[in-house]
């Protein structure tokens, strides 16, 4: 049950930003894009033992997400029924001009660790990437995500997460469509 809520919370903190940063766009100005309120839809597939497995019927969920700016730092607010049970997120994103790279935080409702996330973006194929680590009681965790933008309303995220036992094999494990409230 742990890895269902380390991934669910990891596409929070990874899906919540478009991490989409246009050539001619500064890194700020790509962060204030998803300020606003987000209707959510999830996915999630996850095995019998807690890990991901695309073969398995996704298990379904909606929630919203409310982000807003403060100073350089985007704050999202991600709240979610996970299976009848109430779920919160927090992050924190922003652009470090030194690493040339969107960093953020992530803490949830379900876990007593942080997770960290790093990322950039793609101009060819208008993707970002990210990748996630958390310190859990059980290891240091990794996941994968991608950040698409279909106009300034609508975002998709797609989480991966390592399988076990590899180092560059990964499994979808989530999708959440983002749709801006009206």
């Known amino acids: ?40 839809k999830t996915k999630m597939w996850i095995g019998a033992d807690g890990t991901a497995d695309p073969d398995v ?21 991600f709240r979610a029924d996970l299976g009848g049970m109430e779920f919160e997120g927090h992050a924190i994103i922003g652009y470090n001009s030194e690493a040339k790279k969107y960093q953020g935080s992530w803490v949830d409702s379900m876990n007593d660790f ?14 970002m990437t990210t990748l996630m680590t958390a310190a859990a009681p059980e290891g240091e965790r990794k996941s994968k995500s991608t950040t698409v933008h279909d106009g300034d309303d609508k975002r998709v995220f797609t989480m991966f997460e390592l399988k076990s036992g590899t180092k560059d094999e990964w499994l979808k494990s989530m999708e959440i469509i983002y749709t801006r409230k009206k």
């Open 114 to 127: 942080t997770s960290h996330m790093e990322g950039n973006y793609d101009n060819k194929t208008h993707t």
């Open 57 to 77: 019927a996704p298990m379904e969920s909606l929630g919203q997400e409310n982000n807003r700016m403060v100073g350089n730092w985007l704050i999202s607010e």
């Open 1 to 40: 049950m742990k890895q269902l809520f380390f991934l669910f919370m990891t596409v929070c903190l990874l899906g919540c930003v478009s991490l989409v940063q246009a050539q001619d766009s500064k890194p700020l100005d790509i962060l204030k894009k998803d300020v606003g309120n987000w209707e959510v």
